[in-house]
T-cell receptor, first 115, second 113 residues
Framework: AQTVTQSQPEMSVQEAETVTLSCTYD???????LFWYKQPPSRQMILVIR??????QNATENRFSVNFQKAAKSFSLKISDSQLGDAAMYFC????????????FGTGTSLTVIP | EPEVTQTPSHQVTQMGQEVILRCVPI?????FYWYRQILGQKVEFLVS????????KSEIFDDQFSVERPDGSNFTLKIRSTKLEDSAMYFC???????????FGPGTRLLVL
C-alpha cells in the first residue's frame, strides 16, 4: 500500500504571513493524484487543492499553491496571506490513477493562525 | 453547490448494538466510499462501492461491517455488533464518473459505550 507522510504534526503562522506544509509519499506508480484536504473543528473534510502527477505545472487555487516534486515524491502546500479561517487540520492524500480509488491519507498537520 | 450529507451527526450506542450510518451522495455520483477517523488519528479507508457492489475494502472492513444502497439514493454503513474500538468519526465520500476528487460528507461521530 502507498504511504503518505506528513512530518509536521503542528505548525503556526502569523496572520497575513506565508506557511508551507510538507507532505511526502511513497509509490512505485507513475500515474496518480495528490490532494490537500482541510479539516476545521467542525470535522468536515474540505478539498483545498489537487494535483495530477502527469502535470508538471504546480496547481494553484487563490492563496493556496503546491510545490510538486515528482522525483522527490514531495507535495507541499503553501498558504499565502494566511487568514484566521485557515486554522485547521490539513491532510495530504494520495490516490492511484490505475489501481483502485481509495485515498491514502497522511497523519495531518494542525495549523494555528496567530492574530 | 451540491454536497454530501450524512445522518446522524452524532450517535451514542451500547457495545454489541447494531448501528446504521446514512449518507446521501451528490445526485449524479456513482462511486461511494466510507472512511473512518479514530480521534487524533488519520483518516482510514474502509470500503468503496460501485454499481451496487463492493469494489474494494480494507482489512478494517471485516464481517461486522456491511454497506448497501437500499433505495437508490441513500448509501448506508451498518456495523452489526459494535465494539468500543469502533468509536470514531465516519465519513462518507462520493465521486462522479470522470473524476478523481472525492467529496466528503460532514461525518457521523459514533461513540460506543
Amino acid at each position: 500500500a502507498q504511504t503518505v507522510t506528513q512530518s509536521q504534526p503542528e505548525m503556526s503562522v502569523q496572520e497575513a504571513e506565508t506557511v508551507t506544509l510538507s507532505c511526502t509519499y511513497d509509490t512505485s506508480e507513475s500515474d496518480y493524484y495528490l490532494f490537500w484536504y482541510k479539516q476545521p473543528p467542525s470535522r468536515q473534510m474540505i478539498l483545498v487543492i489537487r494535483q495530477e502527477a502527469y502535470k508538471q505545472q504546480n496547481a494553484t487555487e487563490n492563496r493556496f499553491s503546491v510545490n510538486f516534486q515528482k522525483a522527490a515524491k514531495s507535495f507541499s502546500l503553501k498558504i499565502s496571506d494566511s487568514q484566521l479561517g485557515d486554522a485547521a487540520m490539513y491532510f495530504c492524500a494520495y490516490r492511484s490513477a490505475n489501481t483502485g480509488n481509495q485515498f491514502y491519507f497522511g497523519t495531518g498537520t494542525s495549523l494555528t493562525v496567530i492574530p | 453547490e451540491p454536497e454530501v450529507t450524512q445522518t446522524p451527526s452524532h450517535q451514542v450506542t451500547q457495545m454489541g448494538q447494531e448501528v446504521i450510518l446514512r449518507c446521501v451522495p451528490i445526485s449524479n455520483h456513482l462511486y461511494f466510499y466510507w472512511y473512518r477517523q479514530i480521534l487524533g488519528q488519520k483518516v482510514e479507508f474502509l470500503v468503496s462501492f460501485y454499481n451496487n457492489e463492493i469494489s474494494e475494502k480494507s482489512e478494517i472492513f471485516d464481517d461486522q461491517f456491511s454497506v448497501e444502497r437500499p433505495d437508490g439514493s441513500n448509501f448506508t454503513l451498518k456495523i452489526r455488533s459494535t465494539k468500543l474500538e469502533d468509536s470514531a468519526m465516519y465519513f462518507c465520500a462520493t465521486t462522479g464518473t470522470e473524476e478523481e476528487t472525492q467529496y466528503f460528507g460532514p461525518g457521523t461521530r459514533l461513540l460506543v459505550l
